[in-house]
């Protein structure tokens, strides 16, 4: 047993995840397992040195095919074993004293089921200042989720049990799974923020999947309506979620009809008369 579970979802990424997992070995805190679950590689993750060099610390299993990553990462938390669960994408790095001084914050703070820290953003390796509307807060944080995802993943250490109770990843999310997630935890939990620099978060490879061509308030408004249909929000949540839903409605629809797609348009725009009744 131990008291923290790691996990890495990986795809295709030989070069970069060796990077992550060894900012993992140098940890100050110790009492961690580290899991890499591998979304079918077809390069030679599977070969690369640190596996060996950590054996007794990483537990690594490849997928037969590449599912994504919230079956990834849904896979690697299905196998751990400690009460708190860390999740590291394999593109970013953790500063040395990340985990060491998340847990001590959580002792401190018994009452917050979930925690992340301040980030450094790197893309095209060179630092760059996050726009103020990314700044990290604290406490419940609903209302600002639903515009955007506050939270990063690589930053997060949370209860197993709120992870598992919330539903984990939504698998059918092959993006904003993390913004669907957020939203289920934040409409009931707070958040807490440790306020250092703990993460390095990079950017600007053209792996990353919110470089592609998929349209994620698509998924975001997915999201949203998932979570009306619960009937787990309370009476200004609800409120809230049905604002940000046809904001966001109104800029797809509007976007489907610069490109001549009346059928996406007609049906985001029933969508829009839907909720603003």
């Known amino acids: 047993m131990c008291l923290i579970s790691i996990i890495i979802p990986t795809f295709n990424r030989e070069k970069l995840l060796e990077r992550a ?9 110790k009492d961690f397992e580290c899991i890499v679950i591998d979304d079918g590689s077809t390069d030679h993750t599977e070969s690369l040195p640190v596996f060996k060099n950590y054996v007794s610390k990483i537990k690594y299993l490849k997928l037969s095919s590449n599912s994504g990553v919230s079956k990834a990462r849904n896979t690697g938390v ?4 400690g009460q708190w669960i860390a999740f590291l994408d394999s593109d970013d790095e953790w500063k040395p004293q990340k985990l060491e001084k998340q847990i001590i914050w959580h002792k401190q703070h018994p009452d917050y089921l979930i925690s992340q820290s301040k980030e450094i953003w790197i893309r095209k390796d060179k630092r760059v200042n996050p726009p103020k509307t990314h700044e990290k807060i604290e406490g419940y944080i609903f209302n600002e989720s639903l515009k955007r995802c506050m939270i990063t993943p690589s930053s997060v250490m949370m209860l197993r ?15 904003c799974e993390d913004y669907d997630l ?12 440790i306020k250092e620099y703990l993460l390095t978060r990079y950017s600007g490879h053209l792996d990353q999947l919110s470089s592609s061509m998929i349209i994620p308030d698509k998924f975001r408004i997915k999201s949203i309506i998932d979570l009306l249909n619960c009937n787990v929000l309370n009476q200004e949540q609800m409120q809230e979620a049905k604002k940000e839903l046809i ?5 797809v629809a509007n ?5 001549g797609n009346l059928i996406e348009y007609e049906r985001y725009s029933e969508i829009i008369k839907q909720y603003s009744q």
């Open 161 to 175: 049990k709120l992870f598992i109770d919330s539903g984990g990843f939504n698998e059918n999310f092959p993006v």
């Open 78 to 81: 299905a196998l751990s074993k």
């Open 182 to 193: 957020w939203l289920r935890i934040t409409c009931k939990y707070k958040i807490g923020l």
């Open 21 to 29: 997992i060894k900012s993992v070995m140098l940890q100050t805190f």
């Open 255 to 259: 976007g489907y009809k610069k490109r």
């Open 247 to 251: 904001r966001k409605a109104n800029i």
